[in-house]
Each structure stands twice: as structure tokens, then as C-alpha cells.
């Protein structure tokens, strides 16, 4: 199902759907507006590729395929991104996904899923192999409370200027122990598109002054989706997580989107949970290549 307007009145097919449609929106967005960037749709799965070095840049999604098309596709998608010189890319899975053992398929082919990726890309990111779990939110259903339960000294700001973009980045790192070059395909994806024109909104939370939190809000699918969310270690259980979380969305709100989504770490789930978000059945897991 491809949503293309916003979503109101949703049931909860659509809604469940709409936490990975908006993750392929945010991948075709990608390789509609980052220079020399491709995409490929259709014949039972997609693959988008665009030039930052985060596999969040490079995937394939939207897998379609019979058991007896599965090899050759896998075979196929390896040569296409070892032709593009891909140092990485990411397989996604979800509900939709067919057959629905690609992932243990994939991990014979020696791909991670994401708990096996935290040594690799991502230590302060706690993943399961079942994947990250989908969660929903009723917009006009937000526990708002939290704006004010956060300490003295703390705003939230859009990323405006080149400063703002490496607070950014530095959060990002920071708090879940990324590698430089992961947080630093951001902020190279933002200014090749320019800071403001992007089609993602990022924010940076600031306690008296350092930045301490980050969100990144993608309105598409029919839906506000939440990523990035990060709250450095000395700045968690301050309500700061939860605040940041909300804040685009309710900006989202004021646009007209009815619907928030995103999928979770283990452990944002009851930050998540404060806000207003539900738990789905739904859940996004996410296969690391790597060029040896």
C-alpha cells in the first residue's frame, strides 16, 4: 500500500502499515534530492543509493519475492551496490516482507541484523534480533505535560545555521557511540541539499546553553516519523527525551498530520510510551552488508 496523502480516521491496518511506509518515503526523498543519487523500483524490491556513507543512504526495502527469485535477487543486489562502491547498505524487513525467513536467508549470506550490528555501527543502540518495534501515536492525543517537565534552562531549537548541524551530530555520536563518519552523513546530506531545504527537520535540544538531545522529524506516508531521537547519557531522566520526542510532532500537528510513527530501541519504549505512542505488531529489522 502507498500512501500518498495524509492520513485521517486511520484503522489500524493503516496505521501499522504507515511506520515502514514511512521509511521507504524518507529513502525515495533521499534519492530524489541528494546530488547523483539513484533508486530502483519495482521487480519484487526496490534499492536506493545516495552518496553519504551511512547505510541509511544505501538499502534495499520493499522486498516481494518468491523463495525460487530469492538467491538471484540477493545476488543481484550485491553486485549493484559493489558496482557503486558501497562500503555498506542496509536489507530492510517488516510486515509486508516476503518470504518471510529473508532475514535468516540474509544471515547466511553473512548479513547482521541489528543486534549483531551494535558492536559494528552502533554500540549504544540495544536491538534484539526480532528487530526495533513499530509505534503509533494519535497526534491530538499527546501527553503535552512533558513540554513543562523538563529542567530550567532547557529549549528546543530547529537546526538553522552549520553550528546547530554539528550539535547535531555531536549529540547523535555521542549518545549512542556511532562512528564519526555515521553522524557526519547528516550534516553532509543536509548541506548538500542546504540547511532549511532539506525535506527531513532536525532539532537540537540545549540544556543552559550545550546541546544535549536531537530529533529528527520525516513527514511522509501520509504520517509524521520520528528518528534520531538521542539524549546524551548526563542529560537522561530529566524528561528531555520525551520532550524532544514530542515537540516535532506537535509541530507536525500544526501542519495538519493526525498521525506520529516510529520504530524504537528497547529502551525508548516507555519514553515513547509517556508521550502518547502505542506498541504495534509491527516489527522493522535491518540487515548490514558489509564491502570486504
Not at 526523498?29 to 545516495?50: D, F, K, R, S
Not at 523463495?67 to 542496509?90: K, V
Not at 516519523?225 to 520532550?243: D, K, R
Request: hydrophobic content about 40%.
Amino acid at each position: 500500500m502507498s500512501i500518498k496523502t495524509v492520513l485521517t480516521e486511520a484503522t489500524e491496518e493503516e496505521l501499522t502499515e504507515a511506520v515502514q511506509e514511512n521509511l521507504f518515503a524518507l529513502f525515495g526523498t533521499m534519492a530524489t534530492v541528494l546530488p547523483e543519487a539513484e533508486i530502483m523500483m519495482g521487480q519484487g524490491l526496490n534499492y536506493h543509493h545516495a552518496f553519504p556513507t551511512n547505510p541509511m543512504f544505501k538499502g534495499v526495502w520493499g522486498t516481494q519475492l518468491t523463495d525460487d527469485e530469492l538467491e538471484a535477487a540477493i545476488d543481484h543486489a550485491i553486485s549493484w551496490f559493489r558496482a557503486r562502491n558501497a562500503p555498506y547498505f542496509f536489507w530492510w524487513t517488516g510486515p509486508d516482507t516476503v518470504p518471510n525467513d529473508l532475514g535468516t536467508q540474509l544471515q547466511a549470506r553473512g548479513l547482521l541484523d541489528m543486534a549483531e550490528q551494535q558492536q559494528e555501527l552502533a554500540v549504544g543502540i540495544k536491538q534484539t534480533s526480532l528487530g526495533a518495534p513499530g509505534m503509533v501515536a494519535d497526534l491530538h492525543q499527546m501527553n503535552e505535560v512533558v513540554l513543562t517537565q523538563t529542567p530550567p534552562g532547557f529549549t528546543i531549537v530547529k537546526v538553522n545555521d552549520e553550528k546547530s548541524l554539528y550539535d547535531f551530530k555531536r549529540v547523535f555520536i555521542d549518545t549512542y557511540q556511532i562512528p564519526d563518519w555515521a553522524g557526519q552523513a547528516w550534516v553532509d546530506a543536509t548541506l548538500a541539499v542546504g540547511i532549511g531545504e532539506t525535506p527531513w527537520c532536525m532539532y537540537v535540544g540545549y540544556l543552559n546553553g550545550q546541546p544535549v538531545a536531537t530529533n529528527m522529524l520525516f513527514t511522509g506516508g501520509g504520517v509524521a516519523g520520528l528518528y534520531a531521537v538521542a539524549t546524551i547519557p548526563a542529560a537522561q531522566g530529566q524528561g528531555i527525551g520525551a520532550a524532544i520526542s514530542l515537540k516535532p510532532l506537535l509541530d507536525a500537528r500544526d501542519k495538519g498530520y493526525h498521525y506520529g510513527v516510529l520504530f524504537s530501541t528497547e529502551m525508548g519504549v516507555r519514553v515513547y510510551q509517556r508521550i502518547g505512542f502505542r506498541l504495534t505488531d509491527v516489527r522493522i529489522n535491518r540487515y548490514l552488508w558489509r564491502n570486504d
